[in-house]
């Protein structure tokens, strides 16, 4: 019986042996030879989830250090939570509102050189130390010393990806961006926007029309005066006193000075585009303003599956899945288009007027 039973154990373990052969060699052979079949099932095995968080923090004006070594703690906390991305929010390397007040030669020695510069580097050093992808913002300039609002995507072997703002009025000496961005991330196309490029509807339609899967929107918004009803700065006093009162904080952060304003469209952007919306926006005091965060990410049915809620730095990581994209309506109308009733109405000549509120013209 014993005999009988080493003979049939010996059996097993070489047909299994066997079949991992022919299985390794089957890929080995698909890879070789091209076979698109293996390719579109090992691609759609990849595409199934992916996990990416976003985050919010307290950022310093032009304290790069500071905030970098923010970065790197946070990259650190998302990779240890799976997260294969993590999204801060628009210049959160070198802050942003303290911008307005700068000259061109301050600006310039703000703005750095990418993929050369200094903090490109320290986030391919904190990508490749956490083993994540790391989104985040700073003034960039070019060999001309041309300025732009810039946005980058950086693994550990370096730049993945870079947007120039197409929409910046912070300072008047930058340039905006001529282009759209779309980028690979584990086999997932993903597409960048920031703040104030999100603001037109055609902006977003397009990057998805190039294949956007996932598009990053960092900000810095929300807080500050305009024409709409409900909208305004919200008191400095009121963060300073958020440990003894954060009820008062949380009432102005979340109503229409806030999150109730992002509301009425950050979710129709998802959900009318078919697309996820990875959303970042920093918290506390960006130099005499304060910010609400509520970094979140939406999925394609626009609907919030995670979000930061506290007054304070914060991260939050959800999984995308591969096939909302193709079950949420927004892919079923954007099939439904029909650009030859509004191709040549939408390509109509037209001079961009940017107007910016709370901006004051001296600023």
């Known amino acids: ?100 007040h700068l000259s061109k030669e301050q600006m310039l020695d703000l703005s750095e050189s990418i ?88 902006n977003v339609r397009a990057t998805v029309l190039l294949g956007a899967d996932i598009i990053f929107m960092p900000h810095v918004t929300m807080c500050t005066p305009s024409t709409r009803p409900g909208a305004g700065f919200v008191d400095p006093r009121l963060w300073y006193n958020r440990e003894n009162d954060p009820t008062s904080l949380r009432m102005e952060f979340d109503g229409l000075k806030g999150r109730a304003w992002l509301m009425k469209w950050l979710p129709a952007r998802a959900y009318d585009n078919a697309v996820y919306v990875i959303f970042s926006n920093p918290i506390g005091m960006d130099d005499d303003q304060l910010k609400n965060g509520c970094s979140m990410i939406i999925d394609p049915f626009g609907d919030i599956i995670a979000e930061c809620r506290k007054l304070g730095d914060d991260l939050v990581t959800a999984t995308l899945f591969e096939e909302k994209l193709r079950q949420a309506g927004g892919h079923r109308y954007r099939n439904a288009r029909r650009p030859d009733l509004y191709g040549g109405i939408l390509s109509k000549p037209h001079a961009s007027e940017q107007k910016v509120v709370w901006m004051k013209p001296t600023e």
């Open 115 to 202: 993929p050369d510069g200094p903090s490109v580097r320290r986030l391919q050093e904190i990508a490749s130390q956490h083993n994540i992808i790391v989104l985040a913002g700073l003034f960039e300039k070019d060999a001309s010393d041309k300025m732009y609002k810039a946005y980058v995507a950086v693994g550990p072997q370096g730049l993945i990806a870079r947007h120039r703002k197409l929409h910046p009025f912070i300072n008047p000496n930058l340039t905006p961006g001529n282009s759209y961005t779309t980028f690979d991330l584990e086999g997932w196309k993903c597409g960048i926007l920031i703040c104030y490029d999100n603001n037109v509807i055609e």
């Open 1 to 100: 019986m014993l005999l009988n039973f080493l003979k049939v154990w010996n059996f097993v373990t070489l047909a299994g042996h066997f079949a991992e052969v022919k299985k390794q060699a089957y890929f080995r052979d698909d890879r070789r030879y091209g076979n698109i079949a293996s390719q579109r099932r090992l691609m759609r095995v990849s595409m199934e989830s992916l996990k990416i968080s976003t985050a919010q923090f307290e950022h310093r004006s032009g304290d790069k250090a500071y905030n970098l070594d923010i970065i790197s703690r946070m990259a650190g906390e998302a990779a240890r939570d799976g997260a294969r991305a993590i999204a801060f929010h628009e210049c959160s390397i070198t802050g942003y509102t303290f911008a307005r």
